[in-house]
Nanobody, 116 residues
Framework: QVQPVESGGGLVQAGGSLTLSCAASGRILSSNVMGWYRQAPGTARELVAVISSGGSTNYADSVQGRFTISRDNAKKTVYLQMNSLKPEDTAVYYC??????????WGQGTQVTVSS
């Protein structure tokens, strides 16, 4: 069983920065995509950024140029560097690991709050 565990959320002022981390426990048997999603109150969960085993990335338009996703395959960890944060970035951020053979796994989420 693969279990992603997020860390690094918190409260920051607009214009500030935060880095989220997600470390996966358990053995991942195949290539995978690791990513970050977020959900604000009253809204649907949305993609923020994803990165493949090979390093290909995809970002939501709303975070392009401000957020950077990266991963360390040896540590089974994915990072999200968030710069120039805006109040509208406030949400619970979830880590997701998509695998070919084992299915998809979600973390428990970490709160990011950006004050104006």
């Amino acid at each position: 069983q693969v279990q992603p565990v997020e860390s690094g959320g918190g409260l920051v002022q607009a214009g500030g920065s935060l880095t989220l981390s997600c470390a996966a426990s358990g053995r991942i048997l195949s290539s995978n995509v690791m990513g970050w999603y977020r959900q604000a109150p009253g809204t649907a969960r949305e993609l923020v950024a994803v990165i493949s085993s090979g390093g290909s990335t995809n970002y939501a338009d709303s975070v392009q140029g401000r957020f950077t996703i990266s991963r360390d395959n040896a540590k089974k960890t994915v990072y999200l560097q968030m710069n120039s944060l805006k109040p509208e970035d406030t949400a619970v951020y979830y880590c997701k690991i998509e695998t070919f053979y084992q299915g998809n796994f979600w973390g428990q989420g970490t709160q990011v709050t950006v004050s104006s």
